[in-house]
């Protein structure tokens, strides 16, 4: 069984959908503990609920980020994961810690990336006038928001969005795509070669999503 130690920062729905996947038997994977860097994060209580060991590194009490991240790697390491998953972790990380992980830390990025690195994504969006959003599962790297991508999915940008109803709708599919990006990375099938990941026998036959749909719409 792939042992995963999930860090985040607040709400844990990403944490959650993850706990649900491993519950159901969806995922060759067990969450050994979930770590968050804020004492008040919700999702702390979601997962000591469901019997999870939890802890707490508060990067308020650090002077320094490189003494944050070296505390957070040893709360980590105490439960020796094969896996350390960020799920709406507000942390930037040094490149030592990244180092350490390399290879088995992954994000959840709500942007189909390389656009919209950083925070406040879906606001962003909107300001652009996108029409098509969505978010991005990716080994984490040095370079922020810029790791290898392993799974992405597109959402519509919908006349009279605001950034709650696009936020909600992005991660609706955040909760699909992250115990994906989980169980293959459990099943050994991701292999990071030049910068990308590729998937081994991955299924024929992408989806295509085309927002808004073309008037008159052939196919639909
Ligand atoms: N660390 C590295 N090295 N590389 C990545 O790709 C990372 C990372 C740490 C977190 C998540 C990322 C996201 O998906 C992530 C990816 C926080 C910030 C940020 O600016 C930016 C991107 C992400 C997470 N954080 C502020 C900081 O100073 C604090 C913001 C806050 O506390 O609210 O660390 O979006
Ligand atoms: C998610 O949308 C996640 O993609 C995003 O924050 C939300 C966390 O929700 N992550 C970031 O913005 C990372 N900087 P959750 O706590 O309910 O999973």
């Not at 709360?75 to 990244?98: C, K, N, Q, S, T």
């Not at 799974?151 to 991660?171: F, N, T």
Request: aromatic share 4%; hydrophobic share 50%; proline share 7%.
């Amino acid at each position: 069984m792939t042992r995963v130690v999930i860090l985040i920062s607040g709400r844990g729905s990403n944490m959650a959908s993850l706990l649900a996947a491993s519950d159901s038997g969806a995922l060759p994977a067990k969450i050994v503990a979930v770590i968050a860097n804020r004492p008040d994060a919700q999702g702390l209580l979601t997962a000591a609920a469901r019997g999870v060991a939890t802890g707490v590194v508060d990067h308020r009490l650090f002077a320094e980020r490189e003494q944050f991240d070296s505390a957070l790697a040893a709360a980590i390491e105490v439960f020796a994961p094969d896996l350390v998953v960020l799920a709406g972790f507000m942390r930037i990380l040094g490149a030592d810690f990244v180092r350490r992980f390399d290879g088995r830390l992954i994000n959840i990025h709500p942007s189909l990336l390389p656009a919209f690195p950083g925070l406040h994504t879906h606001r962003r969006a909107l300001a652009e006038g996108v029409r098509i959003h969505g978010c991005t599962v990716h080994f984490v790297t040095a370079d922020l928001d810029h790791g290898p991508v392993i799974i992405q999915a597109a959402v519509p940008v919908l006349d009279g969005d605001d950034e709650d109803l696009l936020a909600a709708r992005v991660l609706a599919q955040e909760h699909v795509i992250y115990p994906q990006a989980v169980r293959w990375f459990a099943e050994g099938r991701l292999r990071v070669h030049a910068g990308r990941v590729l998937l081994e026998s991955a299924p024929d036959g992408a989806g295509v999503l085309i927002a808004p749909l073309p008037d008159p719409c052939p196919p639909c």
